[in-house]
């Protein structure tokens, strides 16, 4: 029986969610976003939706069935212009692939997926548009469409698309799927009751302009296994479902760090969250996390920075067990794998720079994780994480952080990660982020503090390798009860032409930590 695959695509999500850094426009951003690939959809098919006709509806994507052309013309005919007036800004690319019953589902994905490329590279005529003499909001240069009353007091002019983003700032699906799942129970069974606590200005993740994090996390190794279930239509929907319930399941675990000390099993943190820096819930303040996109197998928050990598780590940990249980754990085993990792990015910026590079620096960071990873086995790659703690208000690529900041000296270099997750998957030379982690409490606690001293070798380190050496030495004989400590931050490995150490991150991340405004600069 012919059949027709219909697939759409959201354009620029990250360009239309970070438009601004406007913490309330971004989470209606988001929300939007979350809206389209759901109950846009469904909407738009008007009681004709079947959820065994569903493959994907998550994170901009859209993979649906129809049994008849007529209805797939509708959807390629209404569904752009549907999405385009309900948030302005947003294009979409689609496609359809025409296919039979028995047929291979994999390739007819594949054949959808390339189709999408190319829509991508086709120049759409914007929605929005003006004369010149129109006048223009301020923030994004559309025309205005209405006043908004800021904080303060004071009005601004603003756009069709943050009006539509301001719209939806009360809407908290995202946060409900994320901290409690789909199936969210009453408000009154919840450790912590929403909206009260949401977040709706950055000001309320930190007091001052201290650290906060872009955290993004994507899945490995989804290619071998969609090659390996794909051909089947039924078990290609069924993953799709299963990946995706995985992964809201794993975000849902990682908000237990912000539970209050009750609700959780013991009094201390548990040993996957692997840091001491964990949430002391008041019972009055805002939740120091706001999540951007989670589904399929992405997954986007902005934190608060000292909290990042507890949070992250757990994420990390329920994901790889999620994916290795259940319906979700069988399937794999037919693709010949246990489960599935993932591999993380963290962008640790001032609460006033920029999200969008914030975010941008942090798709980096996931994709060297990735990278190296890969190296390690293509078909299992271990879970990973890199992060960076941005120190300019310059922006540049990641590959130019690593030339200007990370490589002090011929033959050495500050970038040691990643930080794996798992000790017995990490390769020689490498440390996981437990290791990491313990370092960072070593250099943060006690009475003998060699930060200074190991901050003032990084700066020698950058003007002559040999005076470094020198004063290295005398560091030890000074503090001789952390002499390991300070060996397990100076010691270089080999890593490939140049040799690498812990102490940057661990200084970086400790200052993060303890919510140091000040800089580690080279020149301290």
Request: hydrophobic share 35%; proline share 5%; charged share 30%.
């Amino acid at each position: 029986m012919e059949k027709y695959l219909y697939a759409a695509a959201v354009q620029g999500i990250q360009s239309f969610i970070f438009q601004t850094n406007r913490l309330k426009e971004i989470v209606g951003a988001s929300e939007l976003v979350e809206e389209i690939c759901t109950e846009a959809f469904r909407r738009l098919l008007e009681g004709g939706w079947k959820e065994e006709n569903q493959v994907i509806a998550a994170a901009g994507n859209v993979k649906y069935i129809f049994e008849n052309r007529e209805d797939c013309e509708k959807a390629v005919a209404e569904f752009p212009r549907t999405v385009m007036k309900m948030a302005p800004g947003i294009i979409i690319s689609q496609a359809v692939v025409r296919f039979e019953d028995g047929d291979d589902f994999g390739r007819t994905i594949d054949a959808a997926e390339k189709l999408l490329r190319a829509q991508r590279n086709k120049l759409q005529p914007p929605l929005v548009s003006g004369l010149l003499g129109i006048r223009r909001a301020p923030g994004t240069g559309l025309p205005a469409v209405d006043i908004a009353r800021e904080p303060g007091g004071t009005c601004v002019f603003i756009d069709e698309s943050t009006k539509r983003k301001r719209e939806k700032n009360d809407t908290l699906s995202l946060c409900e799927k994320s901290f409690y799942g789909t199936d969210c129970p009453l408000d009154d069974t919840r450790p912590l009751a929403l909206p009260d606590r949401v977040l709706t200005e950055v000001s309320e993740i930190c007091t001052q302009n201290d650290w906060i994090a872009v955290i993004h996390a994507d899945g490995n190794s989804l290619g071998q296994v969609v090659r390996q279930v794909g051909r089947d239509r039924r078990m290609f929907s069924e993953f799709s479902r299963e990946l995706d319930r995985a992964t809201v399941l794993s975000a849902n675990e990682a908000f237990g760090i912000f539970s209050p000390p009750e609700e959780r099993s013991s009094g201390k943190p548990a040993a996957d969250e692997a840091s001491g820096s964990i949430w002391t819930d008041d019972g009055k303040s805002p939740i120091p996390l706001r999540p951007i996109v989670l589904g399929g197998d992405d997954m986007t928050v902005i934190i608060r920075g000292d909290l990042a990598v507890p949070y992250l780590t757990r994420y990390m940990r329920c994901f790889e067990r999620h994916t290795g249980d259940g319906r979700m754990g069988e399937i794999l085993r037919k693709a010949g794998m246990k489960r599935l990792t993932v591999c993380a990015g963290v962008a640790f910026i001032k609460s006033s720079f920029p999200f969008y590079y914030g975010y941008s620096l942090a798709e980096s960071l996931c994709d060297a994780a990735k990278k190296r990873a890969k190296e390690i086995s293509q078909t299992e790659a271990p879970s990973c994480l890199m992060f960076h703690k941005v120190q300019d208000s310059f922006v540049e690529s990641y590959a130019d952080i690593v030339r200007r900041e990370l490589s002090p000296a011929k033959g050495y270099s500050l970038q040691y990660g990643p930080y794996y997750l798992n000790e017995d998957e990490t390769p020689e030379g490498f440390s996981t982020i437990a290791a990491l982690t313990d370092s960072v409490r070593d250099l943060s606690g006690g009475r003998d503090d060699i930060r200074p001293a190991v901050r003032k070798w990084l700066s020698f380190l950058h003007e002559d390798p040999e005076k470094a050496k020198q004063w290295l030495g005398r560091v030890r004989a000074v503090h001789t009860g952390s002499k390991k400590l300070i060996n397990d931050l100076t010691e270089f490995t080999k890593r490939g032409n140049d040799s690498a150490c812990m102490a940057y991150d661990a200084l970086a991340l400790c200052t993060i930590n303890n919510q140091v405004t000040r800089e580690v600069r080279h020149d301290d």
